[in-house]
């Protein structure tokens, strides 16, 4: 199996021209998963595949994130061969948030006869979840209000923390087979988000050499990131990981 992320936008929500926070998880070359669905990610996507996701996971609500999903419901319902398929895994934490935010516009189609979840695949999930023979982990990062912002993680392959504060007490348990690690980093921190200073101060060597920074404020605050001597990812780079941990695996791949 070879696996790969591909970030299709490493920028804050203010960083229109970064693109929107959001990766592919790329197997043997195709996309298997789309991480969060924001406007910017959702025409990057498009522009790379030519087509729909085949599953969209989303971490948490805010408009970068699932801005471009109302998009994907209109392409996705009025193609036979996708209605109804793009499946997409949410906390179901989430559900509630999701519904107010992109699914509950009054009549999705003026003409009638459609919901706006008949273009996906609702797939609620709290712990795990399997995806194409994959065992994915879903756990509480720390974004705005308590549990409504989730981290993925594939065992001994990768881990992506979507927006968060620093969170050690969750990468202890869930980067603890030496995933790499694509984190939410700004040059400065605030209450939703981590800053530079943080990472040395919460994450030990280890863990902070295997830190892939991404959500930054501009190419300028990348250097600054870099110049701490961290990875800083660049919009569309190609991140090759590693196999997954083989009881995370089903099937033939
Ligand atoms: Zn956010």
Not at 17 to 25: H, M, Q, Y
Not at 100 to 120: S, T
Not at 178 to 206: F, I, K, M, Q, W
Request: a negative charge; hydrophobic letters at 45%.
């Amino acid at each position: 199996m070879s696996l790969a992320l591909r970030f299709l936008g490493v920028g804050n929500a203010q960083a229109v021209e970064l693109g929107s926070a959001a990766a592919v998880l790329e197997r043997d070359g195709r996309p298997l998963l789309l991480i969060d669905c924001g406007p910017e990610a959702l025409t990057a996507y498009l522009d790379r595949y030519g087509a729909l996701p085949p599953a969209i996971y989303i971490t948490h609500a805010h408009m970068d994130h699932v801005g471009g999903l109302e998009r994907a419901f209109y392409r996705s319902y009025f193609d036979a061969s996708t209605r109804g398929r793009v499946r997409l895994y949410a906390h179901a934490a989430l559900v509630p948030v999701l519904q107010a935010r992109v699914a509950d516009y009054p009549e999705v189609l003026a003409e009638g006869g459609a919901n706006f979840w008949d273009g996906f695949h609702l797939i609620p999930l709290s712990r795990s979840f399997w995806h194409e023979g994959l065992r994915f982990e879903v756990f509480a990062t720390r974004h705005h209000a308590p549990d409504t912002s989730f981290g993925l993680a594939l065992r001994a392959s990768f881990v992506w923390t979507g927006d968060t504060r620093p969170i050690p007490e969750m990468l202890s348990h869930y980067a603890a087979s030496g995933e790499t690690v694509a984190h939410d980093c700004g040059v400065v921190g605030n209450p939703s988000h981590t800053g530079l200073d943080d990472l040395a101060r919460e994450y030990a060597p280890d863990l902070r050499r295997r830190l892939v920074l991404y959500h930054y404020g501009s190419e300028a605050d990348a250097a600054v990131l870099a110049a701490a001597g961290y990875h800083v990812a660049c919009r569309d780079e190609v991140l090759a990981l590693r196999d997954p941990d083989p009881a995370v695996v089903v099937g033939a791949s």
